[in-house]
Protein backbone atom coordinates (compact mmCIF):
# COMPACT_ATOMS: atom_id res chain seq x y z
CA UNK A 1 0.00 0.00 0.00
CA UNK A 2 1.23 3.90 -0.98
CA UNK A 3 1.50 5.74 2.35
CA UNK A 4 -0.37 9.05 2.12
CA UNK A 5 1.29 12.02 2.40
CA UNK A 6 -0.09 15.28 3.62
CA UNK A 7 1.27 18.09 6.23
CA UNK A 8 4.45 19.60 3.93
CA UNK A 9 5.80 22.44 5.92
CA UNK A 10 9.66 24.39 5.07
CA UNK A 11 11.70 26.41 7.18
CA UNK A 12 15.04 27.89 7.47
CA UNK A 13 16.91 29.97 9.90
CA UNK A 14 20.26 31.26 10.62
CA UNK A 15 22.22 29.72 13.61
CA UNK A 16 23.89 31.14 16.64
CA UNK A 17 26.97 29.58 14.98
CA UNK A 18 26.28 31.49 11.63
CA UNK A 19 25.54 28.45 9.83
CA UNK A 20 22.31 27.56 8.13
CA UNK A 21 19.38 25.18 9.40
CA UNK A 22 16.46 24.07 6.97
CA UNK A 23 13.91 22.12 7.41
CA UNK A 24 11.42 20.15 5.12
CA UNK A 25 8.84 18.06 6.75
CA UNK A 26 5.71 16.00 5.48
CA UNK A 27 3.29 13.41 7.54
CA UNK A 28 3.07 9.80 6.26
CA UNK A 29 0.37 7.51 7.28
CA UNK A 30 2.49 4.48 7.08
CA UNK A 31 6.64 3.85 6.96
CA UNK A 32 8.17 4.36 3.76
CA UNK A 33 11.58 2.08 4.90
CA UNK A 34 11.69 -0.35 7.13
CA UNK A 35 13.93 0.02 10.34
CA UNK A 36 17.45 -1.86 8.95
CA UNK A 37 20.51 -0.48 7.56
CA UNK A 38 19.28 -1.04 4.46
CA UNK A 39 16.32 1.04 5.08
CA UNK A 40 18.48 3.73 6.58
CA UNK A 41 20.16 3.64 3.34
CA UNK A 42 17.02 3.38 1.07
CA UNK A 43 16.56 7.14 2.74
CA UNK A 44 19.71 8.33 1.15
CA UNK A 45 19.46 6.48 -1.80
CA UNK A 46 16.03 7.92 -2.60
CA UNK A 47 17.34 11.61 -1.94
CA UNK A 48 20.16 11.49 -4.32
CA UNK A 49 17.41 9.93 -7.30
CA UNK A 50 15.34 12.68 -6.49
CA UNK A 51 17.95 15.20 -7.11
CA UNK A 52 18.98 13.53 -10.46
CA UNK A 53 15.33 13.92 -11.46
CA UNK A 54 13.98 17.31 -10.38
CA UNK A 55 17.20 18.29 -12.29
CA UNK A 56 17.03 15.96 -15.66
CA UNK A 57 20.76 15.27 -14.96
CA UNK A 58 21.90 18.75 -15.10
CA UNK A 59 23.08 17.70 -11.14
CA UNK A 60 23.86 14.34 -10.95
CA UNK A 61 24.56 13.00 -7.83
CA UNK A 62 27.18 10.24 -7.05
CA UNK A 63 27.30 8.62 -4.23
CA UNK A 64 28.69 4.84 -2.52
CA UNK A 65 28.84 3.75 0.87
CA UNK A 66 31.53 6.26 1.08
CA UNK A 67 30.15 8.85 0.56
CA UNK A 68 29.20 10.87 -2.59
CA UNK A 69 28.77 14.05 -4.48
CA UNK A 70 26.89 16.55 -6.35
CA UNK A 71 28.28 17.30 -9.88
CA UNK A 72 26.64 20.84 -12.33
CA UNK A 73 26.26 19.05 -16.20
CA UNK A 74 28.78 16.03 -15.10
CA UNK A 75 31.96 18.37 -13.82
CA UNK A 76 31.81 20.61 -11.45
CA UNK A 77 31.74 19.73 -7.85
CA UNK A 78 28.72 21.67 -6.16
CA UNK A 79 28.59 19.57 -2.80
CA UNK A 80 31.11 16.63 -1.58
CA UNK A 81 29.29 14.12 1.09
CA UNK A 82 31.36 11.93 3.47
CA UNK A 83 30.41 8.50 4.10
CA UNK A 84 26.63 8.06 5.59
CA UNK A 85 25.98 7.66 9.03
CA UNK A 86 23.10 5.30 9.19
CA UNK A 87 20.82 4.94 12.33
CA UNK A 88 17.65 2.51 13.19
CA UNK A 89 15.64 1.86 15.89
CA UNK A 90 11.72 1.33 16.52
CA UNK A 91 11.03 5.26 16.16
CA UNK A 92 14.17 6.56 14.34
CA UNK A 93 15.41 5.65 11.00
CA UNK A 94 18.32 8.00 9.51
CA UNK A 95 20.90 8.66 7.14
CA UNK A 96 23.67 11.47 8.04
CA UNK A 97 26.10 12.52 5.23
CA UNK A 98 28.62 15.11 6.84
CA UNK A 99 29.42 17.79 3.95
CA UNK A 100 32.93 17.92 3.41
CA UNK A 101 33.33 20.80 0.48
CA UNK A 102 32.19 21.74 -3.14
CA UNK A 103 32.07 24.61 -4.62
CA UNK A 104 28.44 25.37 -2.38
CA UNK A 105 30.34 25.42 0.90
CA UNK A 106 32.10 28.34 2.40
CA UNK A 107 33.97 25.23 4.03
CA UNK A 108 33.56 21.18 5.37
CA UNK A 109 30.97 21.21 7.96
CA UNK A 110 27.46 20.92 8.47
CA UNK A 111 25.32 17.92 7.11
CA UNK A 112 22.09 16.64 5.74
CA UNK A 113 20.22 14.22 7.22
CA UNK A 114 17.14 12.30 6.02
CA UNK A 115 15.29 10.57 8.52
CA UNK A 116 11.43 8.65 8.87
CA UNK A 117 10.15 9.12 13.13
CA UNK A 118 7.53 7.63 14.11
CA UNK A 119 5.11 9.45 16.03
CA UNK A 120 1.89 8.93 17.95
CA UNK A 121 -0.54 8.86 14.61
CA UNK A 122 1.59 8.34 11.75
CA UNK A 123 5.31 8.71 10.07
CA UNK A 124 7.04 12.50 10.02
CA UNK A 125 9.84 12.32 7.27
CA UNK A 126 12.23 15.02 6.71
CA UNK A 127 15.36 16.50 5.43
CA UNK A 128 17.31 18.59 7.61
CA UNK A 129 20.55 20.74 6.58
CA UNK A 130 22.42 22.04 9.87
CA UNK A 131 25.23 23.80 10.33
CA UNK A 132 26.00 24.61 6.79
CA UNK A 133 27.88 27.70 5.35
CA UNK A 134 26.42 28.44 1.47
CA UNK A 135 28.48 30.17 -0.80
CA UNK A 136 26.07 32.14 -2.34
CA UNK A 137 24.42 33.32 1.10
CA UNK A 138 24.92 36.85 2.34
CA UNK A 139 27.98 37.29 4.42
CA UNK A 140 27.72 38.92 7.70
CA UNK A 141 26.45 42.77 7.54
CA UNK A 142 26.33 42.22 3.64
CA UNK A 143 23.16 43.71 1.70
CA UNK A 144 20.71 40.95 1.43
CA UNK A 145 20.64 41.07 -2.14
CA UNK A 146 24.41 39.52 -2.31
CA UNK A 147 22.51 36.67 -1.15
CA UNK A 148 19.52 36.48 -3.74
CA UNK A 149 21.19 33.52 -5.54
CA UNK A 150 21.06 31.60 -2.19
CA UNK A 151 17.69 33.17 -1.13
CA UNK A 152 15.86 32.51 -4.72
CA UNK A 153 17.55 30.27 -5.93
CA UNK A 154 19.80 27.03 -3.89
CA UNK A 155 16.90 27.32 -0.88
CA UNK A 156 13.54 26.86 -3.03
CA UNK A 157 15.30 24.32 -5.23
CA UNK A 158 16.87 22.83 -2.15
CA UNK A 159 13.00 22.58 -0.98
CA UNK A 160 11.49 21.38 -4.10
CA UNK A 161 13.44 18.81 -4.28
CA UNK A 162 12.74 17.91 -1.09
CA UNK A 163 9.03 17.72 -1.80
CA UNK A 164 10.35 15.44 -4.84
CA UNK A 165 11.86 13.32 -2.65
CA UNK A 166 9.09 12.82 -0.16
CA UNK A 167 6.73 11.99 -3.09
CA UNK A 168 9.61 9.58 -4.59
CA UNK A 169 9.50 7.98 -1.10
CA UNK A 170 6.03 7.16 -1.13
CA UNK A 171 5.84 6.23 -4.36
CA UNK A 172 8.35 3.43 -4.11
CA UNK A 173 7.22 2.27 -0.27
CA UNK A 174 3.76 1.29 -2.15
CA UNK A 175 5.92 -0.66 -5.12
CA UNK B 1 9.01 -32.76 -1.38
CA UNK B 2 8.71 -32.79 -5.27
CA UNK B 3 10.31 -29.54 -6.36
CA UNK B 4 10.99 -28.85 -10.60
CA UNK B 5 13.43 -25.92 -11.48
CA UNK B 6 13.12 -23.87 -14.70
CA UNK B 7 16.34 -22.94 -15.79
CA UNK B 8 18.38 -25.69 -14.66
CA UNK B 9 21.33 -25.39 -16.60
CA UNK B 10 21.92 -21.55 -16.28
CA UNK B 11 24.68 -19.77 -13.60
CA UNK B 12 21.78 -19.86 -10.42
CA UNK B 13 19.82 -22.95 -11.32
CA UNK B 14 23.10 -24.76 -11.55
CA UNK B 15 24.30 -23.63 -7.85
CA UNK B 16 20.73 -24.01 -6.79
CA UNK B 17 20.17 -27.94 -7.66
CA UNK B 18 23.26 -29.02 -5.51
CA UNK B 19 21.50 -27.48 -2.14
CA UNK B 20 18.19 -28.73 -3.05
CA UNK B 21 19.14 -32.12 -4.20
CA UNK B 22 19.87 -33.59 -0.58
CA UNK B 23 16.28 -32.68 0.94
CA UNK B 24 14.20 -32.76 -1.97
CA UNK B 25 13.18 -35.11 -5.42
CA UNK B 26 14.87 -32.60 -7.65
CA UNK B 27 13.28 -32.45 -11.49
CA UNK B 28 15.37 -29.75 -13.07
CA UNK B 29 13.91 -28.40 -16.71
CA UNK B 30 16.03 -27.24 -19.60
CA UNK B 31 15.43 -26.96 -22.91
CA UNK B 32 18.29 -29.41 -24.12
CA UNK B 33 18.51 -32.95 -23.13
CA UNK B 34 20.77 -33.29 -20.09
CA UNK B 35 22.37 -36.32 -18.40
CA UNK B 36 20.88 -37.61 -15.16
CA UNK B 37 22.71 -37.05 -12.26
CA UNK B 38 22.68 -38.60 -8.47
CA UNK B 39 19.03 -37.17 -6.82
CA UNK B 40 18.44 -34.84 -9.81
CA UNK B 41 15.84 -36.04 -12.64
CA UNK B 42 16.39 -34.06 -15.84
CA UNK B 43 13.00 -32.98 -18.07
CA UNK B 44 13.46 -31.67 -21.35
CA UNK B 45 11.26 -28.72 -21.98
CA UNK B 46 10.59 -24.93 -22.78
CA UNK B 47 8.41 -23.19 -20.46
CA UNK B 48 7.09 -21.20 -23.20
CA UNK B 49 5.39 -25.02 -24.17
CA UNK B 50 2.26 -25.83 -22.01
CA UNK B 51 2.18 -29.64 -22.64
CA UNK B 52 6.43 -29.37 -21.44
CA UNK B 53 5.29 -27.09 -18.43
CA UNK B 54 2.49 -29.11 -17.57
CA UNK B 55 4.63 -32.60 -17.59
CA UNK B 56 7.27 -30.85 -15.77
CA UNK B 57 5.67 -29.56 -12.65
CA UNK B 58 3.36 -32.56 -12.07
CA UNK B 59 3.53 -33.49 -8.32
CA UNK B 60 5.53 -30.83 -7.79
CA UNK B 61 5.13 -28.54 -4.64
CA UNK B 62 7.68 -26.26 -4.97
CA UNK B 63 8.16 -24.43 -8.43
CA UNK B 64 11.56 -22.72 -8.86
CA UNK B 65 11.36 -19.58 -11.70
CA UNK B 66 14.82 -19.01 -13.61
CA UNK B 67 14.43 -18.24 -17.21
CA UNK B 68 14.75 -15.49 -18.89
CA UNK B 69 14.84 -15.03 -22.84
CA UNK B 70 17.31 -12.24 -22.65
CA UNK B 71 19.47 -12.08 -26.52
CA UNK B 72 16.09 -12.29 -27.93
CA UNK B 73 15.16 -9.93 -30.30
CA UNK B 74 11.51 -9.71 -28.23
CA UNK B 75 12.57 -10.95 -25.00
CA UNK B 76 10.09 -9.59 -23.22
CA UNK B 77 6.90 -10.90 -24.88
CA UNK B 78 8.96 -13.71 -24.49
CA UNK B 79 9.10 -13.70 -20.75
CA UNK B 80 5.79 -12.73 -20.42
CA UNK B 81 4.25 -15.67 -22.10
CA UNK B 82 6.42 -18.39 -20.70
CA UNK B 83 5.86 -16.88 -17.13
CA UNK B 84 2.03 -17.27 -17.54
CA UNK B 85 2.28 -20.32 -18.50
CA UNK B 86 4.35 -21.29 -15.70
CA UNK B 87 1.83 -19.41 -13.55
CA UNK B 88 -1.74 -21.48 -15.08
CA UNK B 89 0.34 -25.03 -15.02
CA UNK B 90 0.86 -24.06 -11.56
CA UNK B 91 -2.64 -23.40 -10.24
CA UNK B 92 -4.02 -26.68 -11.97
CA UNK B 93 -1.29 -28.88 -10.41
CA UNK B 94 -1.61 -27.40 -6.89
CA UNK B 95 1.74 -26.28 -6.58
CA UNK B 96 2.41 -24.90 -3.22
CA UNK B 97 4.59 -22.13 -4.12
CA UNK B 98 6.45 -20.60 -7.24
CA UNK B 99 9.76 -19.05 -6.42
CA UNK B 100 11.20 -16.61 -8.89
CA UNK B 101 14.43 -14.49 -8.81
CA UNK B 102 14.06 -10.91 -10.05
CA UNK B 103 16.23 -7.87 -10.25
CA UNK B 104 16.57 -4.95 -7.78
CA UNK B 105 15.57 -2.11 -9.28
CA UNK B 106 12.72 -3.55 -11.34
CA UNK B 107 10.02 -0.87 -9.70
CA UNK B 108 12.25 2.31 -10.58
CA UNK B 109 9.88 4.18 -13.28
CA UNK B 110 12.40 4.73 -15.35
CA UNK B 111 13.59 1.11 -15.26
CA UNK B 112 14.84 -0.41 -18.78
CA UNK B 113 13.67 -3.40 -20.78
CA UNK B 114 15.18 -5.72 -19.14
CA UNK B 115 14.66 -5.09 -15.47
CA UNK B 116 10.63 -3.98 -16.54
CA UNK B 117 10.73 -7.26 -17.85
CA UNK B 118 11.86 -8.80 -15.17
CA UNK B 119 9.30 -7.46 -13.20
CA UNK B 120 6.29 -7.83 -15.42
CA UNK B 121 7.65 -12.03 -15.08
CA UNK B 122 6.63 -11.81 -11.40
CA UNK B 123 3.60 -9.92 -12.19
CA UNK B 124 2.53 -13.09 -14.27
CA UNK B 125 3.60 -15.50 -12.26
CA UNK B 126 1.96 -13.95 -9.28
CA UNK B 127 -1.36 -13.58 -11.43
CA UNK B 128 -2.41 -16.97 -10.65
CA UNK B 129 -3.32 -18.23 -7.27
CA UNK B 130 -0.45 -20.39 -6.53
CA UNK B 131 1.86 -18.18 -3.62
CA UNK B 132 4.59 -16.55 -5.49
CA UNK B 133 8.29 -15.90 -2.97
CA UNK B 134 9.93 -12.86 -5.23
CA UNK B 135 13.81 -12.60 -4.14
CA UNK B 136 15.16 -9.55 -6.12
CA UNK B 137 18.73 -9.70 -6.84
CA UNK B 138 21.50 -7.19 -8.21
CA UNK B 139 24.47 -8.37 -10.16
CA UNK B 140 25.46 -11.37 -9.18
CA UNK B 141 28.79 -11.77 -8.77
CA UNK B 142 29.61 -15.94 -10.27
CA UNK B 143 31.34 -18.03 -12.90
CA UNK B 144 28.88 -17.51 -16.20
CA UNK B 145 27.44 -14.49 -14.40
CA UNK B 146 26.60 -12.27 -18.02
CA UNK B 147 26.99 -8.96 -16.38
CA UNK B 148 29.84 -9.82 -14.10
CA UNK B 149 31.75 -11.86 -16.86
CA UNK B 150 31.17 -8.67 -19.22
CA UNK B 151 33.30 -6.66 -16.39
CA UNK B 152 36.10 -9.52 -15.71
CA UNK B 153 35.99 -9.68 -19.54
CA UNK B 154 36.91 -6.04 -20.36
CA UNK B 155 39.57 -5.73 -17.26
CA UNK B 156 41.26 -8.53 -18.56
CA UNK B 157 41.07 -7.18 -22.50
CA UNK B 158 41.38 -3.57 -21.63
CA UNK B 159 44.56 -1.44 -21.12
CA UNK B 160 42.32 1.24 -20.73
CA UNK B 161 38.66 2.05 -20.91
CA UNK B 162 36.28 4.68 -22.08
CA UNK B 163 33.42 4.27 -20.21
CA UNK B 164 29.55 6.14 -19.96
CA UNK B 165 28.29 7.74 -16.70
CA UNK B 166 26.47 4.62 -15.86
CA UNK B 167 29.83 3.43 -14.07
CA UNK B 168 28.99 6.07 -11.65
CA UNK B 169 25.98 3.99 -10.45
CA UNK B 170 25.68 2.38 -7.41
CA UNK B 171 24.72 -1.16 -6.75
CA UNK B 172 24.85 -4.34 -4.41
CA UNK B 173 26.33 -7.17 -6.26
CA UNK B 174 25.50 -10.63 -4.44
CA UNK B 175 27.72 -14.05 -4.46
CA UNK B 176 26.44 -16.79 -6.47
CA UNK B 177 26.42 -19.23 -3.54
CA UNK B 178 24.68 -16.82 -1.36
CA UNK B 179 21.82 -16.09 -4.21
CA UNK B 180 21.66 -20.30 -3.79
CA UNK B 181 21.37 -20.17 0.19
CA UNK B 182 18.50 -17.52 -0.16
CA UNK B 183 16.47 -19.65 -2.57
CA UNK B 184 17.42 -23.14 -1.34
CA UNK B 185 16.14 -21.66 2.55
CA UNK B 186 12.93 -19.95 0.97
CA UNK B 187 11.50 -23.64 -0.43
CA UNK B 188 8.64 -24.59 1.26
CA UNK B 189 8.86 -22.14 3.97
CA UNK B 190 5.48 -20.63 5.13
CA UNK B 191 6.25 -17.10 6.20
CA UNK B 192 7.38 -16.41 2.78
CA UNK B 193 4.21 -16.95 0.48
CA UNK B 194 3.38 -14.06 -1.45
CA UNK B 195 6.38 -11.88 -0.15
CA UNK B 196 9.18 -10.17 -1.98
CA UNK B 197 12.56 -9.81 -0.65
CA UNK B 198 15.50 -7.86 -2.06
CA UNK B 199 18.70 -9.91 -1.28
CA UNK B 200 22.20 -7.75 -1.73
CA UNK B 201 25.49 -8.64 -0.93
CA UNK B 202 27.32 -6.69 2.07
CA UNK B 203 28.79 -4.17 -0.04
CA UNK B 204 27.50 -0.78 -1.91
CA UNK B 205 29.87 -0.03 -4.82
CA UNK B 206 29.42 1.66 -8.48
CA UNK B 207 30.41 -0.43 -11.21
CA UNK B 208 33.84 1.62 -11.52
CA UNK B 209 34.66 0.70 -8.34
CA UNK B 210 33.82 -3.26 -9.15
CA UNK B 211 36.22 -2.62 -12.06
CA UNK B 212 39.08 -1.25 -10.20
CA UNK B 213 38.58 -4.33 -7.55
CA UNK B 214 38.49 -7.12 -10.03
CA UNK B 215 41.27 -5.23 -11.79
CA UNK B 216 43.58 -5.56 -8.32
CA UNK B 217 42.17 -9.17 -7.75
CA UNK B 218 43.30 -9.76 -11.91
CA UNK B 219 46.70 -7.64 -11.26
CA UNK B 220 45.70 -5.24 -13.49
CA UNK B 221 45.51 -1.55 -13.61
CA UNK B 222 43.63 0.06 -16.36
CA UNK B 223 43.16 3.22 -16.79
CA UNK B 224 39.33 3.79 -16.86
CA UNK B 225 38.24 7.79 -18.41
CA UNK B 226 34.62 8.54 -18.02
CA UNK B 227 32.84 10.42 -20.56
CA UNK B 228 29.31 11.97 -20.24
CA UNK B 229 28.00 10.77 -23.41
CA UNK B 230 28.21 7.02 -24.63
CA UNK B 231 24.67 5.92 -25.98
CA UNK B 232 24.13 1.97 -24.62
CA UNK B 233 24.00 1.35 -28.49
CA UNK B 234 27.57 2.31 -29.02
CA UNK B 235 28.14 0.61 -25.61
CA UNK B 236 26.95 -2.41 -26.58
CA UNK B 237 28.66 -3.18 -29.85
CA UNK B 238 31.88 -2.35 -27.93
CA UNK B 239 31.36 -4.74 -25.88
CA UNK B 240 30.04 -7.37 -28.22
CA UNK B 241 33.89 -6.77 -29.77
CA UNK B 242 35.90 -7.08 -27.07
CA UNK B 243 34.13 -9.45 -24.66
CA UNK B 244 32.34 -12.97 -25.12
CA UNK B 245 28.73 -11.10 -24.33
CA UNK B 246 26.90 -10.59 -27.43
CA UNK B 247 25.43 -7.24 -28.34
CA UNK B 248 21.75 -8.69 -27.97
CA UNK B 249 22.58 -9.65 -24.47
CA UNK B 250 24.75 -6.95 -23.73
CA UNK B 251 22.72 -3.80 -24.79
CA UNK B 252 19.39 -4.49 -22.06
CA UNK B 253 22.33 -4.76 -19.61
CA UNK B 254 23.58 -1.61 -20.24
CA UNK B 255 20.68 -0.12 -20.49
CA UNK B 256 19.84 -1.18 -17.07
CA UNK B 257 22.89 0.02 -15.67
CA UNK B 258 21.33 3.64 -15.26
CA UNK B 259 19.56 2.87 -12.93
CA UNK B 260 20.63 2.16 -8.91
CA UNK B 261 19.98 -1.53 -7.85
CA UNK B 262 20.69 -1.38 -3.76
CA UNK B 263 18.35 -3.44 -1.62
CA UNK B 264 15.48 -1.04 0.36
CA UNK B 265 14.88 -3.85 2.99
CA UNK B 266 16.82 -6.94 4.54
CA UNK B 267 13.73 -9.02 6.15
CA UNK B 268 15.14 -12.21 4.49
CA UNK B 269 18.98 -11.37 6.51
CA UNK B 270 16.42 -12.14 9.73
CA UNK B 271 14.84 -14.97 8.49
CA UNK B 272 17.45 -16.78 6.67
CA UNK B 273 20.78 -15.34 8.58
CA UNK B 274 24.07 -16.44 7.09
CA UNK B 275 27.21 -14.40 6.82
CA UNK B 276 27.16 -12.93 3.11
CA UNK B 277 30.25 -12.96 1.32
CA UNK B 278 32.09 -10.36 0.16
CA UNK B 279 32.79 -9.05 -3.15
CA UNK B 280 36.31 -9.56 -3.21
CA UNK B 281 35.67 -13.59 -2.25
CA UNK B 282 32.70 -14.02 -3.85
CA UNK B 283 35.21 -12.84 -7.33
CA UNK B 284 38.09 -14.92 -6.18
CA UNK B 285 35.77 -17.80 -6.31
CA UNK B 286 34.87 -16.92 -9.52
CA UNK B 287 37.79 -17.09 -10.80
CA UNK B 288 38.64 -20.20 -8.90
CA UNK B 289 41.16 -18.37 -6.53
CA UNK B 290 40.80 -19.43 -2.94
CA UNK B 291 39.15 -17.56 -0.75
CA UNK B 292 41.39 -14.92 2.08
CA UNK B 293 41.43 -15.92 4.91
CA UNK B 294 39.16 -13.71 6.93
CA UNK B 295 41.50 -12.54 10.23
Same mark, same amino acid.
Given at each position: ?9 TTERV????GFES ?17 ? /? ?10 ? /? ?50 L?V ?22 V??YLPRLAARV?APSWTGALYAKGQSPFHAA ?15 | ?25 ? &? ?103 ? &? ?20 ? =???? =? ?26 ? &? ?5 ? =? ?21 ? %? ?13 ? %??? =? ?6 ? &? ?26 ? %? ?8 ? !? !? ?14
Amino acid at each position: MTPVLHGWDTTERVLDSGGFESTQRARASDPVVESSSSGA /RWLGVAYWQAVD /RFTRGGIRARWTDDGGRLTLLGGFNLLTFGAPELEFSDNLVSCRYPIHDGLLAVRAGGSVTLAQRRLDDGFELSVVVQEYLPRLAARVGAPSWTGALYAKGQSPFHAAVSRRYFDLLARRAGT | MKIAVFGATGVVGSSLLPLLAPEHEV &VAVSRSAHAAESGIRWVAGDASSPNDVARAIEGAEVVYYLVHSLGSRDFERQDRAAAENVAAASEDADVRQIVYLGGLGDDDAGASAHLRSRRETGERLAAGTTP &VTTLRAAMIVGKGSAAFETIVA =LVDR =LPAMITPSWVSTPTQPIALDDVGRYLAG &VCGNHAV =LGESFDVGGPEVMTYRQMIERIA %TLRGRRPLIVEVPVL %TPR =LSSLWLHL &VTPVGASVARPLIEGLKNPTIAREERLR %TLLPFELTSF !D !DAARQAFGQKKKAST
